[in-house]
């Protein structure tokens, strides 16, 4: 295999060298703001206040607490639309300034992953007509999926070592009147909540100091230019993505440890698609079984849309053969608003996962059946025409 370093050096346009006693890739900002010089694309400069966090090699990333422009997740919005619900609802709790683009397009991962029914130039083309459109409004992207984030770092990669695509791209960009603008940092909602866990801990009421838990990291988030993920030397040793974990144990909860941290969920993408037995064969037996027989959790929590989807709703067929199952699964956004108040169906929107949640609910203090009355209460306005949908007014009563 090529090193990142030598397909770089190989660039027609410029040479860099990455110093071997630092770490192995080179470092995507220098390159970023070079080819800003050269006057191959505009650099959309992450805005303040911002938090400054490690990625995996110690380099310096920035994290937008406000301003941000929602890319959100088509899997998310059609089959877990409380994991969204509950990302705009910590900013609205906690007075942030963001917007909820009408005029997003959808990733086409898909595709990219999946299929391979499309092209570079395609793909680019489409991350890059995102980032612009975020660029347009003055917010900067934060990616809700991290399947898109991964497929946008790859994107970045491909765009920064060939000149030949960035001249493709910004060709299909001006036919949509749009500029070639790429964001300072390629960001996930869960590295904005991780960098926001201090002030939802200051707004905690739900106590989970009793809550024990066990993470997935998503592949698509760390395995995927793994270098620009974040890392913390107060979790696990930095060996580790600090993302997830530093927020529920922001959140007091007992964070545990398991053999199988590192596989895949089951999802895979392609493997979903096309050997979906296989998929809940793997999210049971590979993890939720060894979670509950190692750790022995109340939750199971991640950040990804096809991580919560696989790892929720492979459970039922897996119980029709007595398997070790029946462990709650959310999103850091949902259990971060969970203790923060957020009604669990209005806002976390519970009803959608498949796996049973009432317990761990119960455990945390929550009176179930009045919660799931007050949200019934509201979809009776909806049925007789007194309302048209939900608010975010409606969310908080």
């Given at each position: 295999m090529i090193p990142h370093s030598a397909l770089f050096n190989r660039a027609k346009d410029r040479e860099f060298k990455v110093d071997p006693k630092q770490a192995p890739t080179e470092d995507y900002h220098d390159i970023l703001f070079q080819l800003e010089k050269e006057g191959e694309w505009e650099v959309q400069r992450v805005p303040e206040p911002y938090v400054e966090v490690d990625n995996k090699y110690g380099r310096k990333k920035k994290i937008p607490i406000e301003r941000t422009w929602h890319h959100k997740s088509c899997g998310q919005c059609g089959h877990i639309p409380g994991y969204s619900t509950s990302v705009f609802w910590l900013n609205r709790q906690l007075g942030l300034d963001y917007h909820d683009p009408t005029d997003q397009t959808s990733c086409t991962a898909w595709n990219y992953y999946a299929s391979a029914t499309s092209n570079a130039a395609a793909q680019a083309a489409v991350a890059m007509r995102n980032f612009a459109a975020a660029a347009e409004t003055g917010y900067f992207p934060i990616i809700h999926?991290?399947?898109?984030?991964?497929?946008?770092?790859e994107t970045r990669q491909q765009l920064i070592h060939s000149p030949e695509l960035r001249r493709q791209v910004k060709k299909i960009l001006?036919?949509?009147?749009?500029?070639?603008?790429?964001?300072?940092?390629?960001?996930?909602?869960?590295?904005?909540?991780?960098?926001?866990?201090?002030?939802?801990?200051?707004?905690?009421?739900?106590?989970?100091?009793h809550v024990r838990a066990t993470?997935?990291?998503?592949?698509?988030?760390?395995?995927?230019?793994?270098?620009?993920?974040?890392?913390?030397?107060?979790?696990?040793?930095?060996?580790?993505?600090?993302?997830?974990?530093s927020t529920l144990q922001a959140l007091g909860m007992d964070?545990?440890?398991?053999?199988?941290?590192?596989?895949?969920?089951?999802?895979?993408?392609?493997?979903?698609?096309?050997?979906?037995?296989?998929?809940?064969?793997?999210?049971?037996?590979?993890?939720?079984?060894?979670?509950?027989e190692e750790a022995d959790p109340d939750i199971l929590v991640t950040h990804d849309t096809g991580c919560v989807t696989t790892l929720d709703q492979s459970q039922f067929a897996a119980k029709a053969h007595d398997k070790n199952v029946g462990l709650p699964v959310m999103s850091d956004s949902q259990i971060a608003a969970l203790a923060m108040g957020a009604h669990p169906y209005k806002v976390l929107q519970l009803h959608w996962h498949s796996t049973p949640n009432k317990d761990f609910l119960r455990k945390v203090g929550i009176d179930v059946e009045a919660r799931w009355a007050e949200f019934e209460a509201a979809v009776a306005k909806i049925k007789s025409g007194e309302k048209s949908y939900l608010t975010w007014e409606d969310a908080d009563a």
């Open positions: 999926c991290a399947t898109s984030f991964g497929h946008y770092k001006e036919k949509l009147g749009k500029k070639l603008v790429i964001p300072e940092e390629i960001v996930h909602y869960s590295e904005w909540v991780h960098a926001v866990r201090d002030k939802i801990a200051a707004r905690q009421t739900v106590d989970m100091s993470i997935h990291p998503a592949c698509h988030y760390h395995k995927l230019i793994g270098e620009d993920a974040v890392y913390a030397p107060e979790v696990y040793g930095a060996q580790r993505s600090a993302i997830i974990t964070v545990r440890d398991y053999s199988t941290w590192f596989d895949c969920c089951g999802f895979g993408f392609r493997h979903i698609l096309v050997s979906r037995d296989f998929s809940r064969s793997f999210a049971v037996q590979r993890k939720i079984e060894v979670m509950k």
